[in-house]
């Protein structure tokens, strides 16, 4: 069954080694290498912050990661699929079981996400979610209304 569980400190090394995946790397607006030691304040620092949430997407073992940031009336989203699960429909479950959580969970009134232009991948998947695609300067933003 595919779930959504909230990251603990055990899972610190995972998303280390999903951030530094080279797609992951490529696909970034920051595409330098990240050092573990940086990592781990950031996943600390995420984890004991009230503005973001950090989750693992899991069908018996974990398949993707989802940050949401919240900012004023919108929630930012950033969200990777491990390498080994890409291609089998993860993301598309992932960005629905993000939209229940924050219907459910959370007051915001819009979901978005800034895309880097030549990441077609994830580009189809936010239109093909309903996502409303605005270019800007250095990427594409995604915006959803997802409440009155």
Not at 91 to 118: C, H, M
């Amino acid at each position: 069954m595919l779930k959504l569980r909230k990251a603990c400190e055990q899972d610190c090394d995972l998303f280390f080694q999903w951030a530094n995946d080279k797609e992951c790397r490529k696909n970034s607006f920051s595409t330098e290498p990240i050092a573990y030691e940086s990592h781990c304040q950031w996943f600390q620092k995420k984890l004991q912050s009230k503005t973001s949430e950090l989750f693992l997407l899991e069908e018996e073992k974990p398949v993707g990661m989802l940050r949401l940031d919240y900012e004023d009336q919108q929630v930012k989203i950033s969200y990777s699929i491990a390498a080994e699960q890409r291609g089998r429909g993860y993301g598309k479950k992932l960005l629905e079981l993000a939209e229940t959580f924050v219907k459910e969970n959370r007051q915001e009134t819009y979901l978005v996400a800034e895309v880097k232009k030549e990441n077609m991948v994830s580009r189809h998947l936010f239109l093909l979610m309903g996502y409303v695609e605005v270019e800007q300067d250095k990427c594409m933003e995604y915006k959803k209304k997802i409440s009155p």
